[in-house]
């Protein structure tokens, strides 16, 4: 961990909403003239995705070893460089995975599943945010979550996680249902393994619960909205929250339990601003005092 150089993490499954997080903390960073490094997590995926094809056309005995959630399909020491590279002087590399939605790099040029150059990180940054699979992982060879100021965990009830999915890659990717599923399935393990367990070891976990039937998460459906669900939070050290405040100022907020606080989906937006700003002015505060 540094106080020089903050280190943010958002980490959770594809699918679950990390980016709903980091949009949050974009609109928070430009309100309050915060400079941000952004790292996306799908940039260290070891292959590009002609590549990984390439290699499990001719080796598919691979496939399951080469899940993106697994730590043979991703570049975890170079992520482990970057996050104490950071920390310690505010520099690093970094690059970008092109991603369907990424438009304005497919207009510049880019290739859907490819990589841009890896680049330094811009000087004068306050903090990094890195969004992606891995920010809280640990295994016998890397430990990321070590350099980790604030872990965030985003984790809907599984069978939204795969709905969630399911709809966006689809709809915005390109991909047929049949082949989404079939790679839920393969991920299994590497779920299991690599992407549950950072969600012990966060700050702060975000939840998102349906309220409508979400039994068979294969069954073309639409995905729940806001107000088709709540928001389970869970804090790891509840005496640094004011719960009074929190439920005073969201509507229809509660406590289900002493380190847990549960919001109306449509006022997740409000409750993230409420809770993380501060958390961030902090960091900032312990970095400039220093």
């Given at each position: 961990?540094?106080?020089?150089?903050?280190?943010?993490a958002?980490?959770?499954?594809?699918?679950?909403?990390?980016t709903?997080?980091?949009?949050?903390?974009e609109?928070?960073?430009a309100?309050?003239?915060?400079?941000?490094a952004?790292?996306?997590?799908?940039?260290f995926h070891?292959y590009?995705?002609?590549?990984?094809?390439?290699?499990?056309?001719t080796?598919?005995?691979?496939?399951?070893?080469?899940?993106h959630?697994?730590v043979?399909?991703n570049?975890l020491?170079?992520l482990?460089?970057?996050?104490?590279?950071?920390?310690?002087?505010?520099?690093g590399?970094?690059?970008?995975y092109?991603?369907?939605?990424?438009k304005?790099?497919?207009?510049?040029?880019?290739?859907v599943?490819?990589f841009?150059?890896?680049?330094?990180?811009p000087?004068?940054t306050?903090?990094?945010?890195?969004e992606?699979?891995?920010?809280g992982?640990?295994?016998?060879?890397?430990d990321i979550a070590?350099?980790?100021d604030?872990?965030?965990?985003v984790?809907?009830?599984?069978?939204?996680?795969w709905?969630q999915?399911?709809?966006?890659?689809?709809k915005?990717?390109?991909?047929?249902?049949?082949a989404?599923?079939?790679?839920?399935?393969?991920?299994?393990?590497d779920y299991?393994r690599?992407?549950?367990p950072?969600?012990?070891?966060?700050?702060?976990?975000f939840?998102?619960v349906p309220?409508?039937?979400?039994?068979?998460?294969?069954e073309?459906?639409?995905v729940?909205?806001?107000?088709e669900?709540?928001?389970?939070?869970?804090?790891?050290d509840?005496?640094?929250?004011?719960?009074?405040y929190l439920?005073?100022?969201?509507h229809?907020?509660f406590?289900?339990?002493?380190?847990?606080?549960v919001?109306?989906?449509a006022?997740l937006?409000?409750?993230?601003?409420?809770?993380?700003?501060p958390?961030?002015?902090?960091?900032?505060?312990?970095r400039?005092?220093?």
């Amino acid at each position: 961990m540094s106080r020089e150089f903050p280190i943010i993490a958002v980490t959770g499954s594809s699918g679950a909403g990390t980016t709903t997080v980091k949009r949050t903390f974009e609109r928070m960073f430009a309100r309050e003239d915060v400079h941000a490094a952004f790292i996306d997590g799908d940039a260290f995926h070891r292959y590009s995705r002609a590549e990984l094809a390439e290699i499990l056309q001719t080796e598919p005995e691979r496939k399951a070893e080469l899940s993106h959630f697994s730590v043979n399909a991703n570049l975890l020491d170079r992520l482990d460089t970057l996050f104490q590279e950071y920390g310690d002087s505010g520099k690093g590399t970094y690059r970008h995975y092109i991603h369907a939605e990424d438009k304005r790099m497919i207009e510049a040029g880019w290739q859907v599943g490819t990589f841009t150059d890896w680049q330094p990180i811009p000087s004068g940054t306050d903090l990094m945010l890195y969004e992606g699979l891995h920010g809280g992982l640990v295994t016998h060879e890397v430990d990321i979550a070590r350099h980790v100021d604030m872990l965030i965990g985003v984790a809907p009830t599984i069978n939204l996680e795969w709905l969630q999915k399911i709809d966006r890659d689809t709809k915005l990717r390109g991909y047929s249902q049949e082949a989404v599923i079939e790679t839920i399935l393969g991920r299994m393990h590497d779920y299991v393994r690599y992407i549950q367990p950072q969600l012990s070891r966060t700050h702060i976990n975000f939840q998102r619960v349906p309220t409508v039937d979400t039994s068979n998460p294969f069954e073309l459906q639409d995905v729940p909205n806001d107000g088709e669900s709540f928001v389970v939070i869970r804090f790891r050290d509840p005496e640094a929250v004011d719960f009074p405040y929190l439920v005073t100022m969201i509507h229809d907020a509660f406590m289900s339990r002493p380190n847990t606080l549960v919001v109306p989906g449509a006022r997740l937006s409000l409750a993230m601003d409420l809770i993380l700003a501060p958390k961030v002015r902090q960091l900032l505060a312990q970095r400039r005092f220093r």
